[in-house]
Structure formats: structure tokens, C-alpha cells
């Protein structure tokens, strides 16, 4: 059974620190990686995607691939009490029938205190 | 902007009862797909279809159907729906060309 993994958390940072997430994969052959944000209540948000090994930058977010040894995180700058929300990460497997699946970690709970 | 749409934000319904919950997509996606969310277990996908009138099964479609009649309406059916199928439905839609999928705003159904 390929598995994404995450910490549950809570993961509790201050307002402005740096909020790091992280997630392991099984699969070797994963080509395609992504964050989502969750807000309590309301559907999965895409906030950031990495095909490649090495940082990928967006504003305040920065994920991280590092396929060699299996995880990606995602780096929350200058964190606000607005980012409190559950990450979920999620990467894309073959299914078959040329078309692929997500695989879903079942999130990390961030709570930024202010 | 992406735009996923789904038939109804809560659903109370009785045991037995034939369910349908809709989604439609306006970008002309290729790829829908049904999930469903429950605490402590994440996302798992229920079906999927990446074309009209074709279909896929995921990870737990026992209970469920579904059917894809146009390419932008993908409808989740539950036949004879049980207080196990109790939980929130997200209806997610993907180009062919890409890989980043996006969710609709989900159906929180309750069976009683």
C-alpha cells in the first residue's frame, strides 16, 4: 500500500516565526507533489506544487523536494494567525489506465498563536 | 479561477434512501473525481473519471456509483445509503494536461 505520511500535530508556532510542515512517501516512482490547506469546515485549498527536487517559492510559502530520500515539507514565513489551518500533503501515483491518483496524508493541524 | 460546484453544502438523510450528490465543473477538465473525508482517516477516493461516460474505481467504492453523462457534471449516487456513509463528499476536477487538481466546496451528509 503506498502511504503519505504526516505528523498530526498540533504544530504550535508564535505569529511571525517560521512554520515547518513535513511528509514521507513510499512511493520511489511519486513524480508530483502537492500542498493543500484546509481550513476547519471547508474543502482543500491548492497552495503550492513541486515537480522537481529542490525549493520552490511562493510569497510567504516554500516547498522542499527531496525525492532521493523520500519527503517534502512546506516552510511558512512570517506566520499569521490566519495560516491556523490542517496541511494536507498529497502526491500523485499511477492508477493505470494512463491516468493518475492523488494519495493523501491525513494532515498536519497548524496553529499559529498570536 | 477554477470552478467546482456541488449540489448541496449539508445533506440529512434517512437509511435506505437513494442519494445523489452533483458536481460540475466549468474549466472543461478532463479528470473528475468523488472522495470522501472522515476524521482520522483523510481523503480517500471513492471514483473517478477521466472521460465522458467512463469510470474508474478507487479506493472504497462499495456502496457507491457514479455517472458521468456530460463532461462537466460528475454525480456520486448512493444506492441504499447507511449511517457508515455518514461524512463529508468533496468532488475535486483535474485538466488532462496537469496534475494539480481542485475541490469543490464539499456536501457534509448525514444518514440517520
Known amino acids: 500500500q503506498k502511504e503519505v505520511e504526516q505528523n498530526s500535530g498540533p504544530l504550535s508556532v508564535p505569529e511571525g516565526a517560521i512554520a515547518s510542515l513535513n511528509c514521507t512517501y513510499s512511493?520511489?516512482?511519486?513524480?508530483?507533489f502537492f500542498w493543500y490547506r484546509q481550513y476547519s469546515g471547508k474543502s482543500p485549498e491548492l497552495i503550492m506544487s513541486?515537480?522537481?527536487?529542490g525549493d520552490k517559492e511562493d510569497g510567504r510559502f516554500t516547498a522542499q523536494l527531496n525525492k532521493a530520500s523520500q519527503y517534502v515539507s512546506l516552510l511558512i514565513r512570517d506566520s499569521q494567525p490566519s495560516d491556523s489551518a490542517t496541511y494536507l500533503c498529497?502526491?500523485?501515483?499511477?492508477f493505470g489506465s494512463g491516468t493518475y491518483k492523488y494519495i493523501f496524508g491525513t494532515g498536519t493541524r497548524l496553529k499559529v498563536l498570536a | 479561477d477554477v470552478k467546482v460546484t456541488q449540489s448541496s453544502r449539508y445533506l440529512v438523510k434517512r437509511t435506505g434512501e437513494k442519494v445523489f450528490l452533483e458536481c460540475v465543473q466549468d474549466m472543461d477538465h478532463e479528470n473528475m473525481f468523488w472522495y470522501r473525508q472522515d476524521p482520522g482517516l483523510g481523503l480517500r477516493l471513492i471514483y473517478f473519471?477521466?472521460?465522458?461516460?467512463?469510470?474508474e474505481k478507487g479506493d472504497i467504492p462499495e456502496g457507491y456509483s457514479v455517472s458521468r453523462e456530460k463532461k462537466e457534471r460528475f454525480s456520486l449516487i448512493l444506492e441504499s445509503a447507511s449511517t457508515n456513509q455518514t461524512s463529508m463528499y468533496l468532488c475535486a476536477s483535474r485538466p488532462a494536461a496537469t496534475y494539480e487538481q481542485y475541490f469543490g466546496p464539499g456536501t457534509r451528509l448525514t444518514v440517520t
Open positions: 512511493d520511489r516512482g511519486s513524480q508530483s
Open positions: 473519471s477521466y472521460d465522458v461516460k467512463m469510470k
Open positions: 513541486i515537480y522537481s527536487n
Open positions: 498529497a502526491v500523485n501515483g499511477a
